[in-house]
């Protein structure tokens, strides 16, 4: 153990490296390959495997990943980035091992996340670049289709190894390609292993990580089918960090001095989405009775313990987007009823179920979760009889995330989900609601079509003004508040719990590890 005494005074201990930190997820990561990732556990790991160019420090100020320094031009048209040298690729099995990171994996990972056969969501984020050329290899620009405010920020997609892309121009998921079994990045932490799709996922603090040696030495993830038991295994010391602690779990946490609880990911939101190309949910009406129809007031209050707010729209909640004009659907079974009625379904079936002619107001709801998981399976059951009392039958299938997600994204085949949006600083839902992000692996999973949408989410991304943007996300909010694509439901506010060995946590509010290379553990409670 050392000390640090100056002038006979006591300091404090001095920060040593070492230990591990063991982490607990409800499910497993699907994917961890950074273009083709969309779940909150995938990526939480990218975050410690792979690099970017740039990434927001704690503050808010931009700082530099794999890109040392850049220059915007005057008419913010171009942005220049110069790499860092002599940074490598962590070692994989058949490699090398001493991979250097250059301009040409910046240039491949664009034009592969880019590609019109590539499955993935991020390409409406990234449609303002024009081209990307390489100058040297340390020097890459991209020119921009028009003058974009604070674009710097945008550059913060995770970076893949060229080396290992050679033979591919796009990626669908189903390539055989080692970045699947044995993600290879230039983050703090290097891959060690992963058996099965259920098991824990190890990692091991890169020596050569550019921006220094991480402190802690090994991180575990621990997937848990059970939702329930992850508090406690957190409390009897299995586990010495739990992502996402149940609302009900927090005043138990609370109450023991061992821990500690960190609020994050204010920027989210959860509600029920709607396939409209089920010609029954296509017609606006039958979706409003539904926002009608259920208490989501009693929902939240009772199942999440109030921890959060009732929301109308389609933006974040607490951000400069969101238009506190519009109040949220209120619980009125009576007008879901009219609703209903001026829709034509007014002849019941032998169960109870409205119909119009030969269609029945019965659907398939798919949930990404396990039915362990009590607070979901709870919203889920309150949902289905909320719609029950007006006429509405709803089957609920089940499914593990990555049957959920080729069954809402990729094949479509669902009428309604319960999921949750994080968004970033941008607050861009071009990707959730304009018309040319139909279909498969895209954002816009419902198919929602409105012209004057379209309209509207072109003219933000061709304006300079933020006060002009400002108005145009007001009147989308309005807009699709009213054609109620989805339900929108609530925001909650989020809770991790760690462990109060470890030491200097700071959390991202989407990617959560972004800060972790800063964290240590207690020296006497190292393992």
Same mark, same amino acid.
């Given at each position: 153990?050392? $000390? ?24 497993? +990561?699907?994917?961890?390959? +950074? ?40 008419? $913010? ?18 490699? /090398? ?19 019109? /056969?590539?499955?993935?969501? $991020? ?23 028009? +003058? ?9 997609? /995770? ?11 796009? $990626? ?356």
């Amino acid at each position: 153990m050392v $000390l640090f005494v100056i002038s006979g005074a006591f300091i404090g201990f001095a920060q040593e490296s070492g230990g591990t930190l063991i982490y607990g997820e409800y499910g497993a +990561p699907i994917r961890l390959v +950074p273009i083709l990732a969309n779940d909150s556990i995938s990526i939480r790991l990218i975050e410690l495997i792979y690099g970017s160019l740039v990434y927001y420090a704690p503050d808010g100020e931009i700082k530099g990943d794999l890109a040392e320094r850049w220059e915007i031009s005057k008419d $913010l048209k171009t942005v220049t980035f110069y790499l860092r040298e002599n940074v490598l690729w962590h070692p994989y099995p058949g490699g /090398k091992g001493t991979e250097v990171f250059s301009a040409e994996d910046v240039i491949k990972t664009y034009k592969v996340m880019m590609h019109s /056969k590539t499955v993935t969501s $991020l390409q409406s984020r990234y449609s303002f670049v024009n081209r990307v050329q390489k100058v040297d290899d340390y020097t890459v620009v991209f020119y921009l289709k028009k +003058p974009i405010l604070n674009v710097l920020g945008r550059f913060s997609f /995770k970076i893949l190894p060229s080396f290992l892309l050679e033979k591919f121009n796009f $990626l669908r998921g189903d390539e055989d390609m080692i970045l699947y079994k044995h993600p290879v990045g230039t983050g703090p932490y290097m891959f060690v292993s992963r058996e099965g799709s259920s098991s824990e996922v190890i990692l091991k603090a890169y020596e050569r990580y550019h921006l220094g040696i991480p402190k802690i030495e090994k991180i575990i993830m621990r997937p848990f089918a059970d939702q329930n038991i992850i508090t406690q295994t957190l409390l009897y010391g299995g586990i010495d960090l739990e992502i996402r602690v149940p609302p009900r779990d927090i005043a138990e946490i609370q109450g023991d001095s061992r821990f500690e609880l960190i609020p994050y990911s204010a920027l989210s939101y959860s509600f029920f989405g709607y396939n409209l190309r089920n010609p029954v949910l296509a017609i606006k009406e039958v979706r409003k009775a539904i926002s009608y129809a259920i208490n989501r007031q009693e929902m939240l209050g009772s199942f999440f313990e109030g921890k959060g707010q009732l929301i109308s729209g389609p933006f974040a909640p607490g951000s400069w987007a969101y238009n506190l004009d519009i109040e949220p659907f209120p619980f009125s079974p009576e007008e879901a009823g009219r609703l209903l009625d001026r829709a034509g379904f007014t002849e019941r079936t032998k169960q109870g179920i409205r119909k119009r002619g030969s269609y029945s107001l019965e659907f398939q709801m798919v949930v990404p979760i396990s039915k362990e998981n009590e607070t979901t399976k709870r919203v889920i059951l309150a949902f289905q009889n909320y719609l029950k009392d007006v006429g509405i039958g709803v089957e609920i299938v089940w499914l593990e995330w990555k049957a959920w997600t080729e069954s809402v994204f990729i094949n479509h085949n669902f009428d309604i989900i319960y999921a949750d949006w994080l968004f970033d600083d941008s607050f861009d839902i071009s990707s959730l609601f304009h018309s040319r992000e139909i279909g498969r692996g895209r954002n816009n999973f419902g198919a929602y079509k409105n012209p004057e949408v379209d309209a509207l989410l072109d003219e933000t991304r061709a304006t300079l003004d933020v006060e002009k943007k400002r108005t145009i996300y007001k009147h989308l909010h309005e807009i699709l508040a009213d054609d109620t694509p989805y339900t929108y439901l609530w925001t909650l506010t989020n809770y991790a719990a760690y462990n109060r060995k470890l030491r200097r946590v700071d959390v991202h509010p989407t990617r959560f590890f972004t800060y972790i290379r800063d964290w240590y553990i207690y020296e006497e409670e190292q393992k």
